[in-house]
């Protein structure tokens, strides 16, 4: 008989920057399972492309366009959201951005651009979204975390206090929330190979760096994201919440040193 434990079907979820990556993964990982998904992202053209090319026969995605940045944006959205659908049954806080470069040579504009976006916007998604469960009683929030929630990376210093911030966030929101049905946790990738990082990873080195330092061997792809995302938006984790799951091949398990066996 099949086990609905894991079952996302019929659930309305929404992917705020779901159009590449990661969000687009898990967005159709979504569709793949019977959800009724919604994804954002700032551009339209690329936002309604990625709908068409998710959607399966059985679930349309709908896409919207949503730049997090913007509070009005937010509350819009949601909105809609709720005028079409009624609910919304788990919220995917995946729109991030970053810079790299040294610490100082950050401009203010540049410091407010990603922590704006990557805290303060998913912070306002999260309290628009979390109103409306709070008020149907139930919902699962899904924060797209980092490495950079555990330890920071060189160079990109507002990214990581965007991404340590965010792990506190997660904590927080799951203290006050969870009594009144909603349940806040975090997904961190680790070492993923997306359009956005297909540059970095390219280089020799860092590739081989990178799966020398993973215990498994492998840098991530995206579609690795969707299981942890599906089980944390079912059943399944209905006694968890305030929690960060690491799913980076290990690379937070233990430091590799290159000891002499």
Not at 29 to 38: D, E, H, L, M, T
Not at 168 to 178: D, K, P, Y
Not at 205 to 222: E, F, I, S, Y
Not at 223 to 248: H, W
Request: net charge negative; glycine share 8%.
């Amino acid at each position: 008989m099949p086990d609905d434990l894991f079952s996302v079907e019929d659930q309305i979820v929404l992917v705020s920057g779901g159009s590449r990556g990661i969000g687009r993964a898990i967005a159709e990982g979504f569709a793949q399972r019977k959800s009724k998904v919604v994804i954002t992202s700032r551009e339209r053209e690329t936002i309604e492309a990625t709908a068409k090319e998710i959607s399966t026969d059985e679930s349309r995605v709908t896409p919207l366009v949503c730049d997090v940045a913007d509070m009005k944006a937010i509350q819009a959205t949601v909105e809609q959201v709720m005028v079409e659908f009624g609910r919304i049954d788990t919220l995917i806080n995946v729109a991030g951005v970053n810079i790299r470069k040294p610490a100082l040579e950050f401009s203010e504009e540049e410091y407010d651009f990603i922590v704006d976006v990557n805290l303060k916007g998913a912070f306002f998604m999260s309290q628009a979204v979390g109103k409306k469960m709070i008020a149907q009683g139930s919902g699962s929030q899904i924060n797209i975390a980092s490495l950079n929630t555990d330890r920071p990376v060189k160079n990109v210093l507002p990214y990581a206090v965007s991404k340590a911030g965010m792990g506190h966030m997660t904590r927080a929101l799951s203290m006050e929330w969870s009594p009144l049905g909603v349940r806040v946790n975090a997904l961190a990738p680790g070492f993923i190979l997306t359009d956005l990082t297909k540059k970095l990873w390219s280089d020799e080195t860092m590739h081989a760096w990178g799966k020398a330092n993973t215990p498994q061997r492998r840098l991530g792809l995206p579609e690795d994201m969707v299981g942890t995302a599906i089980f944390l938006a079912s059943r399944a984790s209905a006694f968890m919440t305030g929690q960060t799951l690491f799913v980076d091949g290990g690379f937070t398990a233990g430091w590799n040193w290159p000891i002499p066996e």
